[in-house]
């Protein structure tokens, strides 16, 4: 992991309230995805090309629903009011000034429509996503969707890989269920079917289906992603049902605790997809590294969970960019020294299991 990144982790932690630095940090069951997410990059290694005379590198992405300055995008996290007071503002307005993507979730401690207005007094231009889960309610679904076009949320990510919440020991040893007194799932006040100021319960539906993804196009014209896809046989049918994008995610470790790594599920999705529609990878991206072997083995971008968590805990806003700003820079370095000058230099030839020095299996 990029040391610095390692620091900003130390300081969040001595900062966090100890259980709410549990639930940010933990995983599903015995964490074995969770830690698997970080070591499977480890397992990977860049064969650099040499010789290719270059001085400049364009590292930026077009992607449906906005334009990347760097290949890195914040995934969706709930409750950034946890980590600092400014919460999800102080996240719009670091991926803001970075140029990049935050995919806002239904679980923030800010409503939508505030979130895209920080980002947007930053940037005129700033995109911001809206993440969802499919819920069992699905006038409270359309609810949500209409409130992310109205604050002027540029896509639309549905999670895929949540029919039910993973279990985490470390919230269940410390009885953490409820949100501290003062913060609240601000998305989800004032919905259909609730009385006026009250907070519905994020709810996940173990019944969601094709069929709702379905609707969910039908409902908007926004770019629908479907995230949490490991199989690529599900790659494939979000293909078919008109996804503008994919991403390969596990859910940073906390949903199926007998998944593979997300980096290791990603070369079949992307030989299943055969470029119909861009892949994002997201769990255990760490350093420039790890994003130059995600991208090498066919991601469009990465996203990064945890990494803006501890940015956000150690410093606000200014740590949000600082995580940003390290991975930006580590990333052009490693792109670099592999000979690279554009993001489509780096193909998976390029790859190689460590200790064999062999082509990583793909697919
Ligand atoms: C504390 C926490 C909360 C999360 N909340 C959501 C969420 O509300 N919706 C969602 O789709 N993914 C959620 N995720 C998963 C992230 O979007 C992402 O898949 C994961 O964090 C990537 O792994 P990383 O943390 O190793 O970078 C959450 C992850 C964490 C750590
Ligand atoms: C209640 C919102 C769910 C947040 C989530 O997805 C996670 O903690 O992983």
């Given at each position: 992991m990029n040391a610095d990144l390692v620091q900003l982790h130390e300081k969040a932690r001595a900062a966090l309230d100890p259980v709410h630095y549990d639930y940010y940090a933990g995983g599903v069951g015995d964490e074995v995805v969770l830690g698997e997410n970080e070591a499977a990059f480890r397992r990977l290694a860049l064969l650099p090309r040499v010789l290719r005379g270059r001085s400049t590198r364009a590292i930026g992405v077009d992607l449906p629903g906005g334009r990347l300055d760097l290949p890195v995008l914040i995934a969706p996290t709930a409750f950034h009011r946890l980590a600092h007071p400014d919460g999800e503002l102080a996240t719009a307005r670091a991926a803001a000034a970075a140029r990049t993507v935050l995919v806002s979730g239904v679980a923030s401690t800010v409503a939508i429509?505030?979130?895209?207005?920080?980002?947007?007094?930053?940037?005129?231009?700033?995109?911001?996503?809206?993440?969802?889960?499919?819920?069992?309610?699905?006038?409270?679904?359309?609810?949500?969707?209409?409130?992310?076009?109205?604050?002027?949320?540029?896509?639309l990510v549905v999670t895929a890989d949540s029919p039910v919440f993973g279990r985490h020991r470390r919230d269940a040893e410390h009885g953490f269920h409820d949100l501290p007194p003062g913060l609240a799932a601000e998305n989800m006040r004032d919905l259909p079917g609730s009385p006026p100021g009250h907070v519905r319960d994020i709810e996940m539906s173990p019944l969601a289906s094709w069929a709702h993804l379905d609707r969910l196009r039908e409902l908007t014209s926004l770019p629908l992603w479907l995230k949490g896809v490991l199989h690529p046989r599900d790659a494939v049918l979000a293909v078919e049902h008109g996804v503008a994008g994919i991403v390969v995610s596990n859910h940073g470790g906390r949903q199926c605790d007998v998944a593979p790594a997300a980096v290791e599920a990603l070369p079949a999705v992307v030989d299943a997809v055969a470029g119909r529609v861009p892949v994002v990878l997201d769990g255990g991206v760490r350093g420039g590294g790890d994003i130059a072997l995600a991208l090498a083995l066919g991601a469009a971008a990465v996203g990064i969970g945890r990494p803006v968590l501890w940015g956000l805990a150690a410093d606000g806003e200014t740590g949000v960019a600082r995580v940003l700003d390290i991975l930006r820079d580590e990333f052009d370095h490693v792109l670099a020294l592999c000979g690279g000058r554009h993001l489509a230099d780096l193909t998976r030839d390029l790859v190689v299991t460590r200790g064999t020095g062999v082509l990583a299996r793909c697919g």
């Open positions: 429509a505030d979130v895209v207005r920080a980002a947007r007094a930053v940037d005129a231009d700033a995109a911001v996503w809206f993440q969802l889960y499919p819920h069992p309610d699905e006038d409270v679904t359309e609810c949500l969707v209409r409130r992310a076009e109205r604050a002027g949320c540029t896509a």
